[in-house]
């Protein structure tokens, strides 16, 4: 039995008791089963103006390890050891002493790893209604959430995608990177490129829309580049950074754009990552173009109504892997510094509401 | 006798010879005396289609460094050992078998470092008539020829000022640091602050329009820069690249913006400077644009006269350093390395022409 499983054994949802995963200690490279803590504790009494959630689903990102290691994030307090590990989640309102809110709603946003939250529902928490659409509740940590407005704002509003661009996306099958290779495959009918690793995911990659793929883990990448953008790319969705983006800088077009929207390949590094020879943008005008998605939040509305079009609509499929259980939460984590994840990661809780307002 | 007073001693300039500096060897660091070999030879018959250019003004730019060590610049062929070295220069038409040319009309444009040139005008030569504007012949190598250019461009095109921006400018007295301050501090009227070493480079950098300036080679350039940018910056014109620029990322307002002119900190270096944290672009929706001048020639008519413009009425003040005579080149290039120029640097030749048509 590993270590993530020892600590996972034994455990029940109880729907009396507050459950919840705590930082126990600071990760030193990837996270490690004595980095986490499970707590209970009885369900506090709601008092005026608060609200009682009750988790759906969980998001597992890759930002999570930051968090644990007591970075600073969007401007929120960092986490101290022993408090509940900073996340986003779907969750329905199944009690309400706050006007603005009735039991039976669904909301997405800032939950933290806990089967139950009790909010007064303040901006800093960012929850936003999930209105019923006919999609699954799931879909409000994926496309019709946070990752879905980091696809559509990074690329549309940061790429600023234009007509016949050559595009190239790395992380082309993780959860941003799955909505954005569609984004510009089928929306922009853009030619794409998809960088993944792996046959399995290369083959994803494919049906999601990319004309062309690299599995980075089995070809030499500055040939496959080489091959891939003999007419040169112009706009780069980075999801990885690293030495990726170093080989990428000498396929620029006139005018071309990088998306900086992850270096997950740099998460585990102490030192961070130093990009040579960053002058290589100056020969064709290109630009790097950093993005953070709490910066583009007056989009929402627009970006989720577009989004849940496209989905209807069969130019966007989600791509969603669900760990079932909320004591599977650290080995999930864990996991999605292996490389192994395709699409968005999530924890399934309790998973879709039965009756839904 | 230094290796360069050694190697210019006993020329004469003589109208009759056409005399040429050549690469005699790769630089290795700094350029030495023997990376250079003095050549003479008869100036040659003109044949059909061909102008006689005799040198007026030779320009001295960083960038030579990197052409006599054999890189490739805008699609030129590289420079072989005992080549003329490139560079741009003033000349006069003083013969023209050419139907296009006539005796007497000025030019700037890709010259090379020699005493006269014969030309068939080609577009890859890039030269372009200065007409007589009552400015000074110099200026075609600074304000009124690709430095001016490069600050018009890099600063309006690139940098896309907007009102009340703070703008920070590195290299701020060197050739097209000194005209960048001047756009945005008189032009754009934007609160302009200068980055240059020594103290009577930053009382330069004050009297052109700088309402702070930083002394690199002084302060302590973190808490320089705190204190000078406590609101953030929202334009940062880079002429050095390097550690500063790192310095510079932890100060970007929403949506900042940095120009990529120039990296003379890197120049000198065997390996390319690697960026940490270029990442923390991403916090704030900055943007790192690189940019080369021979992008922006369209516009070269406007930013000539808005140029002009500027100098006529005394917004802009060209600040050129010459070095007097063209046996001074070599050592005039290695001290551009050593930081002690300010504004534009050339070398007179023959200097200003006596009849300019």
């Known amino acids: 039995m590993d270590e993530f499983a020892r600590h996972a054994s034994g455990f029940q949802l109880d729907d009396t008791r507050h459950q919840k995963w705590c930082v126990a200690g600071r990760p030193d490279g990837n996270v490690r089963g004595s980095d986490f803590e499970l707590l209970e504790?009885?369900?506090?009494?709601?008092?005026?103006?608060?609200?009682?959630?009750?988790?759906?689903?969980?998001?597992?990102?890759?930002?999570?390890?930051?968090?644990?290691?007591?970075?600073?994030?969007?401007?929120?307090?960092?986490?101290?050891?022993g408090d509940v590990i900073h996340g986003r989640g779907v969750a329905q309102v199944v009690k309400s002493r706050h006007a603005d809110w009735k039991e039976g709603q669904v909301v997405q946003g800032q939950l933290g790893w806990q089967t139950y939250k009790i909010s007064s529902m303040m901006p800093q928490e960012k929850f936003r209604r999930m209105p019923p659409n006919g999609l699954p509740a799931s879909h409000g940590l994926g496309a019709l959430g946070m990752t879905g407005l980091s696809a559509w704002a990074g690329y549309f509003n940061v790429g600023t995608p234009r007509k016949d661009d050559i595009v190239l996306v790395s992380g082309a099958v993780g959860g941003v990177g799955s909505l954005v290779i569609q984004l510009a495959a089928n929306v922009s009918a853009c030619e794409t490129i998809g960088i993944a690793g792996r046959a399995e995911k290369c083959a994803l990659a494919a049906r999601l829309g990319c004309s062309t793929t690299i599995d980075y883990k089995s070809e030499d990448i500055q040939s496959a580049l080489a091959s891939a953008l003999a007419d040169g790319l112009d706009l780069y969705f980075d999801n990885v950074g690293g030495p990726m983006l170093d080989a990428v800088l000498d396929h620029l077009r006139h005018q071309a754009r990088i998306v900086l929207c992850g270096s997950i390949s740099e998460y585990t590094l102490d030192e961070p990552y130093r990009l040579p020879a960053y002058t290589r943008l100056r020969r064709t005008d290109a630009q790097m173009r950093g993005f953070f998605v709490y910066n583009h939040l007056e989009?929402?509305?627009?970006?989720?109504?577009?989004?849940?079009?496209?989905?209807?609509?069969?130019?966007?499929?989600?791509?969603?892997?669900?760990?079932?259980?909320?004591?599977?939460?650290?080995?999930?984590?864990?996991?999605?510094?292996?490389?192994?994840?395709m699409g968005k990661q999530l924890c399934r809780v309790r998973g879709e509401p039965d009756t839904w307002i």
Not at 44 to 50: F, I, K, N, P, S
Not at 55 to 65: D, E, H, I, K, Q
Not at 331 to 339: C, E, I, P, T, W
């Open 299 to 341: 989009d929402w509305d627009r970006a989720m109504d577009e989004m849940a079009g496209w989905i209807r609509d069969g130019q966007l499929k989600p791509v969603e892997q669900i760990t079932d259980g909320f004591q599977h939460m650290p080995a999930a984590l864990a996991g999605l510094y292996s490389g192994q994840n």
């Open 41 to 81: 504790a009885p369900i506090a009494e709601l008092r005026d103006g608060e609200v009682l959630l009750q988790t759906l689903y969980l998001s597992l990102a890759p930002v999570m390890r930051g968090y644990m290691s007591g970075e600073s994030y969007a401007g929120e307090a960092p986490l101290e050891i």
